[in-house]
């Protein structure tokens, strides 16, 4: 069996052994016997900016005040030069309210909403697109050995997926190592808590790499470009769209990545292919089987 990587290593890192975030069910399997599994706990969080109500999401329950923040930025309600003063979360009432230097109205935005493809029926306010046409992501080269490294660290990190499943992960990276690893029941959830993490510490995105679990939509593509990160990859596939998006921003865009393969449908400029892919191991079957779950 593989080496568990230590989760030390990590800025933040998944805690499957908090038991807020799981509870264990009774039920038959497939003999007719008893079981008792680990299954993802869903809460709803609501968010305000100010004294408006935006969004009522469903989330594991871990890092609102990240969540909040990420997601009023990647819905541009919350711009670079807003001055946060506040950001206050009550446990009790499962709200959390961002609060700005200057007060904002948001109403018609609120009228309009695309629901996306993301698990726990992900919602974007307003035009997908807009800002996009100002986007420009630095041309930061990514070494392939980077890649090898970043996906075999992260796969034998202990999670909230290897302990339940049912739930998407995020990761920002550096080079080749994972900062900050997110997980929720929608992989939207998981990125927009990185945002908010990057909100609050200032973090740079030129230098960064977002590793994602799920599928590679437009969402997942818009949020990452939006946030200034040039690199986006995953496990899992990709969608037209999305690839068609990363194309017209720039975004280096990796998907299938399983032990010595991947595919690059955007971005390939970027790569620095240096190391054989012959001599990455093979990925052991528990993860493949893991892998073929999402």
Known sequence: MPKTFDTADYLIAPNPRNSRLTRAVAGVDHNGEASQISVVEERPLTIYLNSQEIVTAMTIGDYPEYLALGFLRNQRMLRDDDVITGVDYDEELETVVVRTEIQTSYEDKLKKKTRTSGCAVGT???????????????????????????????????????????????????????????????????????????????????????????????????????????????????????????????????????????????????????????????????????????
């Open 124 to 294: 974007v306010f307003g035009d997908m697109m807009e800002g996009l046409e100002d986007v420009r992501l630095p041309a930061t080269p990514v070494k392939t050995s980077w890649l090898y490294t970043l996906a075999s660290k992260i796969n034998r990190t202990p999670s909230l997926y290897l302990e339940a499943g049912a739930i998407h992960g995020s990761v920002l990276c550096q080079q080749d190592h994972p900062l900050v690893y997110m997980e929720d029941v929608g992989r939207h959830n998981a990125v927009d808590k990185i945002a908010g993490w990057m909100v609050s510490e200032g973090a740079t995105a030129a230098d960064k790499i977002m590793y994602t679990t799920g599928r590679l939509t437009s969402e997942m593509v818009i949020k990452t470009a939006m946030m200034g990160i040039p690199v986006l990859a995953s496990r899992s596939g990709f969608t037209a769209w999305g690839v068609e998006i990363a194309r017209e921003v720039g975004l280096t865009l990796i998907g299938r990545m399983r032990g010595q393969r991947f595919v690059c449908l955007a971005g390939d400029a970027r790569l620095e292919r240096d190391v054989d892919p012959a001599t990455v191991s093979v990925e052991d079957g528990k993860h493949r089987r893991k892998s073929a779950d999402r």
